[in-house]
T-cell receptor, first 109, second 115 residues
């Protein structure tokens, strides 16, 4: 049974810092891994999708990596901004979609 | 890109009544729709998997007679919370698998409050 964990659970950084969010999963049999952000009381916004055959994806200030063999993914956020404050979810998919518990990020102006 | 439209976004209902939540795939056919709920400060948890034209598959601990799922067409899946109680108050969200790359698109979610 797939289990997804995320470290840290919460993170507070000053504006402008680069930061890394970590995701670990127990079953390497995945189609892909997605990173989402969730704003309080709202739905999910897809940030990056990495196929199982890929190693990383980039979009603007975001970079996500995937190492299936070790069951790890990282989300790198460069030059953080207050608008980046949200909960970031790591999600694996195979026959089901499994969510990590999320990392709550707060970027302080 | 693929869009899943979910309605209503917020609903307040009295205890004992039923509430229906709709999810529509706007520009693609969703043969499979997933329903999640999220209690405060907790992660999203899969409730059930809805397949077009067949019965939904429920996760362990989810009452199928309480959470009725209908997926009658390739673009519409509904979740009905029957005889709602305050403990059913939660954030409900649907998602659909989009295309061959197996990415997922999510609806905007429904905040249900049972009073």
């Amino acid at each position: 049974k797939q289990e997804v964990t995320q470290i840290p659970a919460a993170l507070s950084v000053p504006e402008g810092e680069n930061l890394v969010l970590n995701c670990s999963f127990t079953d390497s049999a995945i189609y892909n891994l997605q990173w989402f952000r969730q704003d309080p009381g709202k739905g999910l916004t897809s940030l990056l999708l990495i196929q199982s055959s890929q190693r990383e994806q980039t979009s603007g200030r975001l970079n996500a990596s995937l190492d299936k063999s070790s069951g790890r993914s990282t989300l790198y956020i460069a030059a953080s901004q207050p608008g980046d404050s949200a909960t970031y979810l790591c999600v694996t998919s195979y026959d089901k979609v499994i969510f990590g518990p999320g990392t709550s990020l707060s970027v302080i102006p | 890109g693929a869009v899943v439209s979910q309605h209503p976004s917020r609903v307040i209902c009295k205890s004992g009544t039923s509430v229906k939540i709709e999810c529509r795939s706007l520009d693609f056919q969703a043969t499979t729709m997933f329903w999640y709920r999220q209690f405060p400060k907790q992660s999203l948890m899969l409730m059930a998997t809805s397949n077009e034209g067949s019965k939904a598959t429920y996760e362990q601990g989810v009452e199928k007679d309480k959470f009725l799922i209908n997926h009658a067409s390739l673009t519409l899946s509904t979740l009905t919370v029957t005889s709602a109680h305050p403990e059913d108050s939660s954030f409900y969200i649907c998602s659909a698998r989009t295309g061959k790359v197996y990415g997922y698109t999510f609806g905007s979610g429904t905040r249900l409050t049972v009073v």
